[in-house]
T-cell receptor
Framework: SQKIEQNSEALNIQEGKTATLTCNYT??????LQWYRQDPGRGPVFLLL?????KEKRKERLKVTFDTTLKQSLFHITASQPADSATYLC??????????FGKGTKLSVKP | GAVVSQHPSRVICKSGTSVKIECRSL??????MFWYRQFPKQSLMLMAT?????????EQGVEKDKFLINHASLTLSTLTVTSAHPEDSSFYIC?????????????FGPGTRLTVL
């Protein structure tokens, strides 16, 4: 069955550093992969989408890479700020148009 | 981004009662509605998919008679948890979509925290 792993349950970094989150998947060949931000008690908020034929996507301080050979996506936040503290979810497109989510990585950015 | 509302945001009920959760897409017509639930420290798990005017399709392990979904219009879908039990306590999130598949961007409601005593 399809499996998505975000290898760190939690990540603590210092303000100003680059946060790098990892998402690995198995038994699947997604057409696209998405990253979401989720704050406590809130629904996910869409951040970036990257398609299988794209290697990298950027949006302001965010950068996503997608390696379909390694079945891995990396999510980077440069010049991190305490306001970036949240849980970040990766998600793959399901067969019905739904999303299959990883458990998320809780990022804490310390001032 | 699209505006999605859920009501109520939080509900506490006694075991055995039924709870209705409403999800509205405020600025676009949702032909498809996905309902997810999320247990603490777990990923969002798809419960069911409904298309406007059709019966919902439930994921394996989700009881269709317990979780009633009504998608009567393109802007409103409801999830009713019937005869709720403590194990149904979870965070329920709706996600309306404009098309039935291959959506580039999906929008999510703010979620409903259900606590069953």
């Amino acid at each position: 069955s399809q499996k998505i792993e975000q290898n760190s349950e939690a990540l603590n970094i210092q303000e100003g550093k680059t946060a790098t989150l990892t998402c690995n998947y198995t038994n699947y060949s997604p057409a696209y992969l998405q990253w979401y931000r989720q704050d406590p008690g809130r629904g996910p908020v869409f951040l970036l989408l990257i398609r299988e034929n794209e290697k990298e996507k950027r949006k302001e301080r965010l950068k996503v890479t997608f390696d379909t050979t390694l079945k891995q996506s990396l999510f980077h936040i440069t010049a991190s700020q305490p306001a970036d503290s949240a849980t970040y979810l990766c998600a793959l497109g399901g067969s019905q148009g739904n999303l299959i989510f990883g458990k998320g990585t809780k990022l804490s950015v310390k001032p | 981004g699209a505006v999605v509302s859920q009501h109520p945001s939080r509900v506490i009920c006694k075991s055995g009662t039924s709870v209705k959760i409403e999800c509205r897409s405020l600025d676009f017509q949702a032909t498809t509605m996905f309902w997810y639930r999320q247990f603490p420290k777990q990923s969002l798990m798809l419960m069911a998919t409904s298309n406007e005017g059709s019966k919902a399709t439930y994921e394996q392990g989700v009881e269709k008679d317990k979780f009633l979904i009504n998608h009567a219009s393109l802007t409103l879908s409801t999830l009713t948890v019937t005869s709720a039990h403590p194990e149904d306590s979870s965070f329920y999130i709706c996600s309306p979509a404009k098309t039935s598949g291959g959506a580039d961007t999906q929008y999510f409601g703010p979620g409903t925290r259900l606590t069953v005593l």
